[in-house]
């Protein structure tokens, strides 16, 4: 399994951007699919992105398509959430996953987790 860290987590304005990170060890970082998941508070953890292991494709949740990019860079073992125009109701804890298989939206699927940072949007 790998060990998975993000970072990048933090407060901004409604309509502003960050960018997530999370660093993978181990070198078969390129053979996970990645994903990552965020929990708001009194919710269930929920699937916002993906990006496959074979041919970078991606997948994303309905609330987040347009605004969100998911993307990976096997040789530095991490992968990216772009997040713009930001909306209070991203507000969340962000964890990345991997799961040595293709693309699930299912937290079940994963076989490594992150141990998440948390987004804060104010509005």
């Known amino acids: 399994q790998v060990q998975l860290v993000e970072s990048g987590g933090g407060l901004v304005q409604a309509g502003g951007s960050l960018r997530l990170s999370c660093a993978a060890s181990g070198r078969t970082f390129s053979s996970y699919t990645m994903a990552w998941f965020r929990q708001a508070p009194g919710k269930e953890r929920e699937f916002v992105a993906s990006?496959?292991?074979?041919?970078?494709?991606?997948y994303y949740a309905d609330s987040v398509k347009g605004r969100f990019t998911i993307s990976r860079d096997n040789a530095k073992n991490t992968v990216y959430l772009q997040m713009n125009s930001l909306k209070p109701e991203d507000t969340a804890v962000y964890y990345c996953a991997a799961r040595w298989g293709g693309i699930s939206p299912s937290a079940d699927a994963m076989d490594s987790w992150g141990k998440g940072t948390l987004v804060t949007v104010s509005s």
């Open positions: 990006i496959r292991r074979s041919d970078d494709n991606t």
